[in-house]
């Protein structure tokens, strides 16, 4: 790949369609010369779109802004030895996944340097279903939610992945319905149980975690 850490792509990013993307991914995942560059400004925009949402619970001091986000997830997407993109959508829910893990890294080198440095606030509501705006008062850090999520993930890996593709990957119903290969309202079913799982979860051991604190001393 051609883009490095510090570079930009033009101001003005040429619009593509649907099937072009997805031919370019078709391209890139057989191995294609070049096919990767020449997907960059096609899906830069959009990424920069992933990567703001993403970061939309941050503190204002962060200090990985969200194009170093979209720079370092594609870095990582292209250093994939073997992908396996479908289309676009598919693509986008890989990106998705690959920005939340690097906020999570980020989060944790974060918190080894100051208990609580690192948290990071976001709305667990809009996580299970970005759609229905939910309790903004519904807050939960990134690694509580991590943590809560890889549980969700042991038992239910399906409703896991409705989350990040919802809440990260920010598609709708229908389109997380199509990268699952289920219907529309199986993904609004598991929306609304993940969700009250994850409260629960979450709620549940900050319970813990508080009892175990005033015990102490």
Same mark, same amino acid.
């Given at each position: ?11 003005? #990013?040429?619009? @593509? +369609?649907?099937?072009?993307? +997805? ?6 995942? +057989? ?20 990567? @703001? ?19 370092? *997830? ?12 479908? %289309? ?52 939960? %850090?990134? =690694? @509580?939610? %991590?943590? @809560? ?10 409703? *896991? ?15 997380? *319905?199509?990268? =699952?290969?289920?219907?529309?309202? +199986? ?8 969700? *009250? ?9 900050? #319970?813990?975690?508080?009892?175990? %604190?005033?015990?102490?001393?």
């Amino acid at each position: 790949m051609t883009m490095m850490s510090g570079e930009q792509p033009a101001a003005v #990013a040429p619009v @593509a +369609t649907e099937g072009e993307v +997805t031919r370019l991914l078709g391209e890139w995942r +057989t191995g294609a010369l070049g096919a990767g560059d020449r997907l960059i400004p096609l899906v830069y925009r959009d990424l920069r779109r992933l990567a @703001a949402r993403c970061m939309a619970g941050e503190r204002s001091d962060h200090t990985l802004e969200p194009t170093a986000l979209v720079h370092e *997830a594609y870095l990582r997407l292209a250093g994939r030895s073997q992908p396996s993109w479908r %289309d676009r959508r598919h693509f986008f829910a890989v990106a998705s996944r690959m920005m939340r893990r690097i906020l999570v890294d980020h989060a944790r080198s974060r918190q080894t340097d100051k208990r609580g440095g690192g948290a990071v606030r976001v709305p667990l509501a809009s996580a299970a279903a970005p759609a229905s705006g939910g309790d903004p008062g519904q807050l939960a %850090d990134l =690694l @509580a939610l %991590d943590e @809560a999520l890889r549980s969700l993930a042991r038992l239910d890996a399906r409703k *896991a992945r409705v989350v990040e593709l919802r809440y990260f990957g920010g598609l709708t119903v229908d389109e997380a *319905a199509e990268v =699952l290969g289920v219907s529309a309202p +199986t993904v609004a079913l598991d929306s609304r149980m993940a969700r *009250a799982w994850l409260l629960a979860r979450i709620r549940g051991a900050k #319970a813990e975690a508080d009892a175990t %604190d005033g015990g102490v001393g």
